[in-house]
């Protein structure tokens, strides 16, 4: 499998995907479909299984029917996996989606359809960590090297999906023109309840309170770990190398601090103003 990353309008991606660009910019989404778009690593299976949870009015059992990434498509991979693009086009709408493409490169039919979408953001440090973790199981993505190395391809936008700054931008600066829900994972964390009554109102739901409250309980972190239909371990071998690491990892904020050198932090910080410079987008880093 190809380990390098190539250009798709200016953002790398793993060779596998942009080999394929004209069927994923051509896909073809139904009224009612649901995107959820995030940066990598930035919470996107935990809203999955909310989103998915919701939908089901908190059936855990409807809920383990399928691999959450059965469950919830995968859009740019799915000539690599199964669902494939045929199984996909066949779901009755109103299907529900997964993506990491930049606001840009998100297939303009769902734009021409209003369809909403769900954009999960996390903190730079900590996506960059989960990320460099994430990326010694990928096996369509280039070795991540040292964690010096990654550090610097991470501020250049060198890695799959390219530069986590233009996208959370990119997300940020349209969601009011769009059907955009923009969550983070850092309120995610510190209120889930809030956050997924958030998520139940986008999708025009109307559940009592105390099934919020297990839905909150059934995706939270220790949860869907021991679920193999949450925890992406059966994810298909040939793409993600799970003797190489653990999909469900720590699930906290503040993890960076276990990686990054206090000069690697000064760096960043000061690269991170420049990139973020003039956004009136703010994340909660725990320092
Ligand atoms: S992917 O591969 O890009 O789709 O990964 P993604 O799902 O976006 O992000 C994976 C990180 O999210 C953590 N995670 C969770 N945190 C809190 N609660 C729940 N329920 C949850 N589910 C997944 C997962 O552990 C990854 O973060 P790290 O920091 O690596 O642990």
Redesign the pocket.
């Known amino acids: 499998m190809s380990r390098h990353l190539t250009a798709v309008e200016g953002v790398p991606v793993a060779d596998l995907i942009a080999a394929n660009w004209q069927e994923i910019w051509a896909f073809q989404a139904k009224p009612g479909d649901l995107l959820i778009d995030?940066y990598?690593?930035?919470?996107?299976?935990?809203v999955?299984?909310i989103v998915d949870l919701i939908r089901n009015e908190g059936d855990a059992e409807i809920c383990r029917r399928a691999p959450i990434y059965e469950r919830v498509p995968f859009l740019e991979v799915m000539h690599l996996m199964k669902p494939g693009l045929e199984e996909v086009n066949a779901m009755p709408p109103p299907r529900v989606l997964?993506s990491?493409l930049p606001f840009q490169l998100v297939p303009p039919s769902f734009w021409k359809l209003n369809c909403k979408v769900i954009y999960?953001a996390r903190n730079a440090r900590?996506t960059m960590?989960?990320f460099y973790?994430?990326d010694h199981m990928v096996t369509f993505h280039p070795d991540p090297g040292t964690w010096e190395q990654y550090v610097q391809r991470f501020m250049k936008g060198d890695v799959g999906w390219g530069s986590w700054y233009d996208h959370v931008k990119g997300f940020w600066e349209k969601k009011d023109k769009h059907n955009i829900l923009y969550l983070f994972?850092e309120d995610?964390?510190k209120d889930p309840l809030k956050e997924t009554r958030k998520i139940m109102r986008f999708l025009e739901k109307d559940l009592p309170e105390e099934m919020l409250k297990r839905i909150v309980h059934q995706?939270?972190?220790n949860?869907?770990k021991e679920n193999s239909m949450s925890n992406?371990s059966t994810f298909p071998m040939e793409i993600l190398d799970h003797t190489k690491g653990s999909?469900?990892?720590?699930?906290?904020v503040g993890?960076w601090k276990t990686m990054f050198t206090v000069r690697q932090n000064e760096l960043f910080e000061e690269d991170y103003r420049r990139q973020m410079e003039g956004s009136s987008l703010k994340f909660q880093v725990a320092m």
Do not use: A, C, I
């Open positions: 995030t990598p690593k930035s919470g996107t299976t935990w999955q299984e997964k990491h999960v900590d960590t989960s973790h994430f994972y995610l964390k995706s939270s972190f949860q869907m992406n999909f469900m990892r720590k699930g906290t993890d």
